[in-house]
């Protein structure tokens, strides 16, 4: 099973492309993956990326529990897709964050890569530093969810 940690800062290049770092590039080889989904954050004003197999399993899930027949199914699949993109790596390890993407989250030339397990998230760096949980209230959480 593939798991992205760490966080990385990274800079865009003026067309927008991110070089993805070594360490998830390593972690998308392990799976034969370099078909990307993007997709705007649900919480967070930033990007979701899953590599494509993951994607897949994710909508599988939505499937399993969502009913075309059902007005409020429909309009929740509709927002969960809407901006959703699909990019290649290319053999540099870069991969092309759209403009709109980029307007829509506050990203400019340098970002923040974050591995969250089977995800990665990207985050302007300004807003991924104003995201820290305080020490008392990671404590609670950690508590609230019996870890």
Known sequence: ??????????????????????????????????????????FDDCID???????????ERLRERISSFNNEHVRFMRAFF?????????GNGRILIPRKMMDEVGIDSEVVMIGLDTKIEIWSVEKYERSVMEKDEFLQLTQKLGL
Request: hydrophobic share 40%; aromatic share 8%; net charge positive.
């Open 82 to 90: 809407r901006g959703v993109m699909v990019v290649e790596m290319d």
């Open 49 to 59: 990326v899953y590599l494509q197999g993951e994607w897949e399993r994710l909508v």
């Open 1 to 42: 099973m593939l798991s992205f940690i760490g966080d990385y800062t990274c800079k865009l290049d003026a067309k927008g492309r991110l070089v993805v770092p070594s360490v998830f590039r390593k972690e998308m080889q392990k799976g034969g993956e370099c078909s990307l989904v993007l997709r705007k954050n649900i």
